[in-house]
Structure formats: structure tokens, C-alpha cells
């Protein structure tokens, strides 16, 4: 029989020491080029892990783990005893074979996709930058200090719970459970005066707005939309063809007497009044009565965006609008993603009584609640008291987090980067000169690891200083001095 060779031999493979890549990562690109290339042929043997890891100079896990990842995504195959080969048919190739035919193939073009003019003329939204917080996020809570023992052990208790009684499905309004819990939590923490029938359990800030625009508005209603302020809204307005204003914000707010003048006929109102998205600013009495007293006059609705009043450092959290609008004006929302975990995906709507018929219709035809276990889950977190003690920790915590990077800034970056510190939230600001582009300068950012926001991402009309939203709240302290040194040489490259 003839001797078994010890597989081919590869051409110059190109692995840097000092790269941030892993080494296994490397030699996967490296080989599965080779392989692409053509420079081994359909049905080669590769050599043996032993031997490349000897030729390379590096661990025989390392090259096991790159021929793994190869074998996973079809570039190379294992025979029993025989050793691991080239296929005779790669994925690429595969791709060509079973794609249907395109214009270039020859055969008939496809058919433009048929979408509605409104959402044709949508912007399509950034892709996510993957599911694991990264630094410099802003608005994700500490991953790391969220109570996972409890919230696991109390989930495991309600699941055998609904198991064992029979659950088959969740109401669409929410649990009842935890829209009690809900209603008594904001009456005592926000101010906000409701009972359970006016809360909806809902999966965020997207599913409120839809659900309020879909049953309260028409084509051509008029809205007012914060500038800076979260893009979300303005984007949800245009899919329902309402006209937008950008009303500018000031150190008190959104500038009523500015709305007023661009659209005084306006029916609705994006606010974020405990806390401005993106500046952070906590919106005056005065200014609060004006908003109500404009939506009192023209029968119009404020939609007060509560997304994470829990955290304010200093002084009591500032009460809701809600709290101050006896008239039914104002519609709150608000969610458990900053205070608790975000791939929870719970949020939660409050309605004026004259609204909970509509809502309660349309909830059930266009959105099932989150997960029932999650709910209740929740709803035991509060009623126990750990929800609330949760969150007041995590002020104390926040505000040493926030501590920690300001000063790592000002000590690393103050000569280029303007420190702004707010009074609330989980995100600072870094103010740039003038003369730079704060998307460039994230974009560079984002390729180093990080993912602050550019200011511009928030500005609805004009021109705005440029800046990055830095979240701090995610950021522990043995990664902050090389995350703030990367974000260095992201504004050096500019």
C-alpha cells in the first residue's frame, strides 16, 4: 500500500505577533485564501494540526480551532482516518449553483420588490454593531451588575408556575400582574396618576409610537419633534405621513413659543422631559405648564418619552409631565431596558382613560406583549422590593462610573475634547472643535471597538457643535484607560 503523505505544503502563511486579531482568527483568513485561490486544488490533504503547528510555531489548539471554523462554513472536510481535505465543491462555487438567475446570468430580471410610497421613501436604519455591549455605549446599563442570581432564580419559580397552571397564552394588554405592579411603582417614583387599566405592557419606545400614531393620527397631522432629539420619533412620524417640525431645545426644553410659530396647529408632541435626548437638559416648571397649556388650547397630545428618569445624580428624580396634566393631555411611556436589562425587551405605555379602548383593540392586532415569564418575572422584582433597590444602587453606582471617566478624559483628551457632565443618565458629552465631523471621528471609533454616538446622528435640521455621546455606565474599570486611549488615536487620526 502506498505511504500516506503528511499533506500539502502551504504557501507562505502571514501571521503578525502584534496584531490585535487572535491568531486563530488570522490562520482561518489565511487558509481559507489559500483555498479560494485555487493554489491547492479540489481534494488535497492538509496537513496534519501537529505538523502546522510545528511549521507555524504556534499551539496545535490554535491551528485545531482555524480548521474547525473553516470545516463549519464549508471550505474544508474531515474523512474518518484519513485526515482532513479540500472539498470538491466550495461555498462560493455552491452560491453560483443554486442563486436563481440574475440579469447578468442571462435570465429574466427580477421584480422590484411592490412597498408602499411611505415606506419606499424611508430611510433604511444603521445596522446593529453586533449584541454585546461595547465601550463608550450610550444607554446600556451595567451588563455586570444586574441581579442575575435573583432574576434567575424568581423566573425559574414563575415558569414551573405557569407550566403547572395550564398558561397557554398572555393577555394582550400585558399581565395583569405586572401592570398593577407598574401603576403603583410610577405613582410613588414619577408622579404619574393612573391605575392598571390604563398601562400596557409593550415591547419599547417604537411599539408606543406606533400604536398612538396607527389609533390618534391622519396623514398631514402636524408634530413637534425635539432638535437634537432621538431620530427614532421623526422616523415613526414620517412612516404615518404626519409633517414634522424640529422645534429647537434650550437649556429649559423644547422651546414652545418656537414650535408654536412653526406649527401652532400641531398634533402632537415628542418630548423627553426628565431628561432631553441627547442633552440632557431636565425640562422647567414653566416651561412644562407652557407645553400643556399649548395642548390644552389646540386639543393637541404631548407624547412624554420617560426613557431613564430613575437616574438622576443629585436631588430627587424630577416628577412626570404627566403628573402636572389633569386634562388628559399627556400620553407616557417609558421601559425597563435602562434599568434593568435591555434584551428584556419590556416597556410600557400609559394611556388617558378615553384612550384605553383603542389602544386595548389595536394592541391585539398588530402586537403580541413580551414573553409572560419575563413579565411576571418583573412584576415579582417589584412587588419584593429589589427592583427599587436595584435602582438605587445603581445611581450611586452610575454616578461613580461617571466620575471615573470624566476624569480619565480630562486627563487623557482635554486638550482636544470639551468634558460636558449632565445630572442625569448614563451618558456624558464630549464636545469636538468645530472643524471636525463627529460621524467621521465615530466611524473610526467604531473600528477600533468602540461605540460612542455622534452628536449629528440626533440633529434634525442645522448644525449643531460637533460632539460624542459617551456612555459610561457599561464601562468597567480595568477597560476604561485603554478604551479612552483608542478614542484618543480615533481623534488623532483626524
Not at 473553516?70 to 484519513?82: N, P, V
Not at 471615573?404 to 472643535?433: C, F, K, S, Y
Amino acid at each position: 500500500m502506498a505511504r500516506q503523505t503528511s499533506g500539502a505544503l502551504l504557501p507562505g502563511l502571514n501571521l503578525l505577533r502584534d496584531s490585535r486579531a487572535p491568531i486563530s482568527k488570522q490562520l482561518f483568513q489565511e487558509l481559507r485564501e489559500v483555498v479560494l485561490s485555487g493554489r491547492l486544488k479540489p481534494g488535497t490533504r492538509m496537513p496534519a494540526t501537529r505538523n502546522l503547528a510545528h511549521e507555524l510555531g504556534v499551539s496545535r489548539t490554535t491551528v485545531a480551532q482555524a480548521y474547525e471554523q473553516l470545516k463549519s462554513e464549508g471550505y474544508l472536510i474531515g474523512r474518518e482516518k484519513s485526515g482532513t481535505f479540500i472539498p470538491e465543491v466550495l461555498p462560493s462555487e455552491l452560491s453560483r449553483i443554486t442563486k436563481p438567475a440574475s440579469p447578468d446570468d442571462g435570465g429574466a430580471p427580477a421584480a422590484a420588490p411592490r412597498l408602499s410610497r411611505q415606506v419606499a421613501r424611508t430611510a433604511p436604519a444603521k445596522p446593529e454593531r453586533g449584541v454585546v455591549a461595547q465601550p463608550f455605549h450610550p444607554g446600556i446599563p451595567s451588563i455586570a451588575e444586574f441581579p442575575a442570581q435573583l432574576y434567575v432564580r424568581i423566573q425559574r419559580r414563575v415558569s414551573l408556575g405557569l407550566i403547572r397552571a395550564g398558561a397557554a397564552r398572555c393577555p394582550a394588554e400585558g399581565a395583569t400582574e405586572l401592570r398593577e405592579q407598574v401603576a403603583a411603582y410610577l405613582g410613588a417614583s414619577r408622579g404619574v396618576v393612573c391605575d392598571a387599566s390604563q398601562v400596557f405592557i409593550i415591547s419599547g419606545t417604537h411599539q408606543a409610537l406606533h400604536l398612538i400614531l396607527l389609533g390618534l393620527s391622519n396623514p398631514g397631522d402636524g408634530a413637534w419633534t425635539e432638535n437634537p432629539g432621538y431620530p427614532g420619533a421623526r422616523k415613526s412620524f414620517g412612516l404615518f405621513r404626519l409633517r414634522t417640525s424640529a422645534v429647537p431645545v434650550d437649556a429649559e426644553g423644547l422651546v414652545v413659543a418656537e414650535g408654536r410659530r412653526m406649527d401652532d396647529s400641531a398634533r402632537f408632541a415628542y418630548v423627553t422631559p426628565a431628561r432631553q435626548a441627547p442633552l440632557g437638559h431636565t425640562m422647567s416648571l414653566s416651561r412644562r405648564l407652557e407645553l400643556l397649556g399649548w395642548a390644552h388650547a389646540r386639543d393637541a397630545l404631548v407624547l412624554e418619552d420617560d426613557y431613564d428618569g430613575e437616574y438622576r445624580f443629585g436631588g430627587t428624580p424630577a416628577p412626570s409631565l404627566q403628573s402636572l396634566d389633569p386634562d388628559g393631555r399627556v400620553i407616557y411611556f417609558g421601559t425597563f431596558s435602562k434599568t434593568l436589562l435591555p434584551s428584556l425587551g419590556v416597556g410600557y405605555l400609559v394611556v388617558p382613560r378615553r384612550y384605553v379602548e383603542i389602544v386595548s383593540r389595536l394592541i391585539d392586532l398588530v402586537g403580541r406583549p413580551p414573553n409572560l415569564s419575563t413579565q411576571l418575572t418583573i412584576a415579582r422584582l417589584i412587588e419584593s422590593g429589589a427592583f427599587e433597590s436595584h435602582v438605587r444602587a445603581m445611581r450611586t453606582y452610575y454616578r461613580r462610573r461617571q466620575d471615573a471617566l470624566q476624569r480619565h478624559l480630562r486627563e487623557a483628551l482635554g486638550a482636544t475634547m470639551d468634558i460636558e457632565v449632565l445630572n442625569a443618565g448614563l451618558h456624558l458629552i464630549g464636545w469636538l472643535p468645530p472643524e471636525l465631523d463627529d460621524r467621521r471621528v465615530a466611524e473610526s471609533a467604531w473600528r477600533l471597538g468602540l461605540l460612542p454616538r455622534p452628536l449629528s446622528d440626533f440633529t434634525m435640521e442645522g448644525r449643531f457643535r460637533p460632539a460624542l455621546m459617551l456612555g459610561f455606565s457599561n464601562l468597567p474599570d480595568e477597560r476604561m484607560t485603554s478604551a479612552v486611549a483608542s478614542l484618543g488615536e480615533a481623534l488623532r487620526s483626524h
